[in-house]
C-alpha cells in the first residue's frame, strides 16, 4: 500500500492518497492515514504476539526489508526470521508503549 500526499502550489494539503489494489486509490485525511498506519502496526504485533506468523504476514508488503536484521528482501525471509524470534526466545512478546505515525513527531 502506497500513501501520496496531494500538494497544492507547494503546501502539502491534509488529503491523502492510498493505493491498495492495483488502480483502485482511496482518498482520506492524512489524520485518518495516520490512525489507519497504527492500528495496522498494533495489529501485526498482536498477531505476532499470538504466533499467528500468517495473520502478522499480511501487514508486509511482497518486496519489504527488514532493517533490524540482515535479512533478504521478500516475505519469505521476513516469516523465518519472526518464526526465528519465537523459536530463540519461547516467551517473547512485543510491547508497544507509544506509537507515532505520520506527521506526529
Not at 504476514?57 to 527488514?66: E, K, L, N, P
Request: net charge positive.
Amino acid at each position: 500500500m502506497i500513501a501520496r500526499l496531494f500538494y497544492a502550489g507547494r503546501q502539502a494539503t491534509n488529503r491523502v492518497a492510498v493505493v491498495g489494489k492495483p488502480g483502485a486509490m482511496i482518498l482520506m485525511s492524512a489524520v485518518d492515514a495516520a490512525a489507519r498506519n497504527k492500528r495496522n502496526y498494533l495489529e501485526a504485533k498482536s498477531a505476532f504476539n499470538r504466533r499467528d506468523i500468517d495473520a502478522c504476514m499480511t501487514f508486509y508488503s511482497a518486496d519489504h526489508q527488514m532493517r533490524s536484521r540482515q535479512v533478504g528482501p521478500g516475505c519469505e525471509h521476513i516469516r523465518a526470521f519472526l518464526a526465528s524470534m519465537h523459536e530463540t526466545w519461547s516467551n517473547l512478546e512485543i510491547v508497544a508503549e507509544h506509537v507515532v505515525a505520520e506527521g506526529e513527531w
